[in-house]
C-alpha cells in the first residue's frame, strides 16, 4: 500500500468501513456505484482516470475471511467481485502474467477449469480468473505433461457432464517452452461448477456487512 495510506489508517484507525460503492468486472475493470448500491448486482460506472485506476489498484488488498478491499486513506471500502479478486492478463512484453492492478504472477499452485468454460487459478497473489480474451493464446501455451495443449484438455473436459467422476487431478498443465515464468511449474486442473468457485478458492464475492438484532 502507499505510504500516505498506511499514515492515514494510523493516524485515523476507526473510519467505518463501507460496502457497495466499488466492483471489479469480469475483465478487471474498476466499476463505481455511486449510490452505494452494488450489492444489487447493477453494473454501475467505469473509472476512466489513469491517477484514480492506479491509486485503487496500488492499494487493494484483502482480508483473511476472504473479503478484498480497496484501502481509501483511512477508509475500507470493500469490492464486490463479478469473477475473481484478481484478473489475469497475458503480456508478451514482459514473459509474464499480470492481473488486472498490473502485479507480476510467480508462482500458480493450482488450475480450475469451471462448467461455463471459463479457467481460474490459486496464484501466489491470490485467487485469480483469465481474462476471457487472453483465454485461447493461454490455452495454446500451456500443455499437459503427455503433451496435450490445454485447449485439448478442457475440450475433454467438457465434453462430460458429471463433474464428480473427473480426475482431473491428475492432470497438470505447464509452458514447456517456459515463455512465462509463472507457468514453468506443473500446476494440477480440477474441474468445479462455477458456484463451488469462491468457497473453494476462498473469497468472498459480494462482500456485505453483519447484521445484528435491534
Do not use: C
Not at 484507525?13 to 447493477?42: C, E, F, K, T
Amino acid at each position: 500500500m502507499d505510504q500516505s495510506v498506511l499514515d492515514a489508517i494510523a493516524r485515523w484507525p476507526n473510519v467505518p468501513v463501507v460496502y457497495g460503492w466499488l466492483s471489479l468486472s469480469a475483465r478487471g475493470a474498476w466499476r463505481l456505484h455511486p449510490l452505494g448500491d452494488a450489492q444489487l448486482g447493477g453494473e454501475g460506472t467505469g473509472i476512466t482516470n489513469t491517477q484514480i485506476l492506479g491509486f485503487i489498484g496500488r492499494n487493494y488488498s484483502n482480508e483473511p475471511n476472504g473479503q478484498w478491499f480497496f484501502q481509501n486513506g483511512p477508509q475500507r471500502v470493500y469490492v464486490r467481485l463479478d469473477a475473481a479478486p484478481l484478473i489475469l492478463h497475458l503480456r508478451p512484453d514482459l514473459n509474464a502474467l499480470v492481473t488486472h492492478n498490473e502485479l507480476i504472477v510467480k508462482t500458480i499452485t493450482q488450475w480450475f477449469a469451471d462448467d461455463l468454460g471459463q479457467l481460474y487459478a490459486q496464484t501466489d497473489l491470490g485467487p485469480a480468473r483469465v481474462d476471457d480474451r487472453d483465454l485461447l493464446g493461454l490455452t495454446e501455451v500451456l500443455r499437459s505433461e503427455t503433451g496435450k495443449t490445454a485447449l485439448e484438455v478442457l475440450d475433454n473436459l467438457s465434453q462430460h457432464d458429471d463433474l464428480s467422476s473427473q480426475q482431473t487431478g491428475m492432470i497438470r498443465l505447464f509452458d514447456p517452452l517456459a515463455q512465462y515464468a509463472a507457468l514453468s511449474k506443473p500446476a494440477p486442473l480440477q474441474r468445479i461448477l462455477q458456484s463451488d468457485l469462491a468457497k473453494t478458492l476462498g473469497f468472498v464475492m459480494n462482500p456485505a456487512p453483519i447484521r445484528t438484532d435491534s
